[in-house]
């Protein structure tokens, strides 16, 4: 089975519990590392820290708008990771179903 680095690298990164609530933050709307940061009794370079790897692993994005640097969410890696997940959802519901029918009448499956 072939690794895929960049759902590795993200699944990875919301790992995190701050991350995980970063991306919900940023679901709703563009937000600076500051506006991220205010629900949490975190420095600004920990939430900066945060920010990165949800960058680095293409989750997030950010641009210069003068003096702010708004985050927005990257809807696209996150519908990757949606796709990925109801994949495996559906093989293994392939496979109870097998299962259900074969503990139902073991002669069917044969």
């Known amino acids: 089975m072939r690794?895929?680095?960049?759902?590795d690298l993200a699944f990875a990164a919301l790992?995190?519990?701050?991350r995980r609530a970063l991306v919900t933050r940023l679901a709703r709307g563009e937000a600076t590392v500051g506006e991220l940061g205010e629900p949490f009794d975190l420095t600004p370079q920990a939430i900066s820290h945060h920010v990165g790897v949800l960058r680095r692993c293409?989750?997030?994005e950010q641009r210069r708008e003068g003096t702010r640097r708004p985050c927005r969410l990257r809807v696209d890696r996150l519908t990757r990771l949606?796709?990925?997940i109801d994949e495996q959802r559906r093989a293994w519901d392939d496979r109870l179903d097998v299962?259900?029918?074969?503990?139902?009448?073991?002669?069917?499956t044969r």
């Open 3 to 7: 690794s895929d680095p960049d759902l």
């Open 58 to 60: 293409g989750l997030v």
């Open 99 to 108: 299962l259900e029918t074969h503990l139902a009448d073991p002669e069917a």
């Open 15 to 18: 790992g995190d519990p701050v």
């Open 82 to 84: 949606g796709t990925w």
